[in-house]
Antibody
Framework: QVQLVQSGAEVKKPGASVKVSCKAS????????IHWVRQAPGQRLEWLGW????????KYSQKFQGRLTVTRDTSASTAYMELSSLRSEDTAVYHC????????????????WGQGTMVTVSS | DIQMTQSPSTLSASVGDRVTITCRAS??????LAWYQQKPGKAPKLLIY???SLESGVPSRFSGSGSGTEFTLTISSLQPDDFATYYC?????????FGQGTKLEIK
């Protein structure tokens, strides 16, 4: 079946970086975008950025420009999200999600989600 | 960024009730509005896209309406499996934003 499976929980110190993986199966990886969305405890969902798994183009939320890097390995059908200069406010569950493109100039909905990866930033 | 505001934040209802959740955008998003259901410890599930289109496999008791800046999600007859948190998402541009969520509780 179509699914996204993420890597396990991480505990990091402030200032460190974290890299989370998202392995796709059950569909053609390069035919869809992969987005990253996080949810801090008790907070709303927050979109971070996305990658076109076909050509590798990326777009990031302005809030995370300079700290966020999204990559993919097409041979492994896996996308990666790396967030640097971590601070306590980055403590959250990070989800990857398959993006369904709506139209030119319009964004995406998310039809398949990974199970989430808890990232804890603590000294 | 476009701000999304949901009301109410919490809703208490009983099995069989008809419930409506509202989502307002700070500027027009046309019909580029989706609804998700999330249960504790789980990933969100897409219910509705383009304001009123039902995602495949979603029960027909869920419906969406609206355009521009005001949208609603209606559940026609609540089932036990429907008690969860619901989020709206605007995707009128590449910068997606979500509402703060509406927690649907059992009365």
């Amino acid at each position: 079946q179509v699914q996204l499976v993420q890597s396990g929980a991480e505990v990091k110190k402030p200032g460190a970086s974290v890299k989370v993986s998202c392995k796709a199966s059950g569909y053609t990886f390069t035919s869809f975008a992969i987005h990253w969305v996080r949810q801090a405890p008790g907070q709303r969902l927050e979109w971070l950025g996305w990658i076109n798994a076909g050509n590798g183009n990326t777009k990031y939320s302005q809030k995370f420009q300079g700290r966020l890097t999204v990559t993919r390995d097409t041979s492994a059908s896996t996308a990666y999200m790396e967030l640097s200069s971590l601070r306590s406010e980055d403590t959250a569950v990070y989800h990857c999600a398959r993006g369904i493109w709506a139209a030119t100039g319009i964004g995406y909905t998310f039809d398949i989600w990974g199970q989430g990866t808890m990232v804890t930033v603590s000294s | 960024d476009i701000q999304m505001t949901q009301s109410p934040s919490t809703l208490s209802a009983s099995v069989g009730d008809r419930v409506t959740i509202t989502c307002r955008a700070s500027q027009s998003v046309s019909s580029w509005l989706a609804w998700y259901q999330q249960k504790p410890g789980k990933a969100p599930k897409l219910l509705i896209y383009k304001a009123s289109s039902l995602e495949s496999g979603v029960p027909s008791r869920f419906s969406g309406s609206g355009s521009g800046t005001e949208f609603t999600l209606t559940i026609s007859s609540l089932q036990p499996d429907d008690f969860a948190t619901y989020y709206c998402q605007q995707y009128s541009s590449y910068s997606n934003t979500f509402g703060q969520g509406t927690k649907l509780e059992i009365k």
